[in-house]
């Protein structure tokens, strides 16, 4: 019966709950009262018309110089690498969750729990080819409180925490996210 009021609720959700083999453990998921970001990378569109959380994909980028319009004591999300830094203000994060962007020559995904106050960032780019790169989504599930992302090319679900996918083609893969 949980299981089909999830599916009845999201259709988009079918894919998690029907892997049989997936890691979810459902006992521990809970709907976090937002429905599925299923948009395509960069599509423009915003989904709060049918109430998701939109991720940020290559969100424009100003000089920290030029963000006077943020107070310097405010939390930031932050990562640098190949000689590249950007961040990303905690407000930010909370209104998206996640980003999608390029650093340094490194596609990454950058998710962000509200409930949990972590933050991490992702390489997207490294697994298999046949993947690369992921476009992280967020679900509108959560697991033991923490958002339950996914890749919305394979529809693999991934522990935010740990970047271990718990579903789909990604789990088949035995792909974890190697962290930055």
């Known amino acids: 019966v949980h299981v089909y009021r999830h599916k009845r609720d999201e259709p988009e959700w079918a894919p998690f709950f029907t892997d049989e083999d997936s890691d979810i453990d459902w006992r521990r998921v809970a709907w976090g009262g937002v429905l599925i970001d299923d948009r395509e990378l960069g599509d423009p569109q915003t989904c709060f018309f049918r109430n998701c959380i939109p991720a940020l994909d290559d969100p424009p980028l100003i000089a920290a110089a030029d963000g006077n319009w943020y107070p310097d004591d405010r939390i930031v999300f932050g990562v640098a690498l190949g000689g590249e830094a950007v961040a990303f203000p905690k407000n930010m994060m909370e209104t998206h969750e996640l980003v999608n962007i390029t650093v340094g ?71 974890t996210l190697e962290q930055v």
């Open 105 to 175: 020559g490194v596609r990454l995904g950058i998710p962000y729990c509200t409930l949990c106050g972590s933050a991490q960032a992702y390489r997207t780019d490294a697994v298999p080819a046949r993947f690369s790169p992921l476009v992280l989504r967020t679900t509108g599930l959560l697991q033991r409180s923490n958002k339950l992302m996914y890749d919305f090319r394979s529809k693999s679900a991934i522990d935010t925490f740990t970047g271990r996918a718990l579903s789909g083609p990604l789990q088949d893969a035995g792909v």
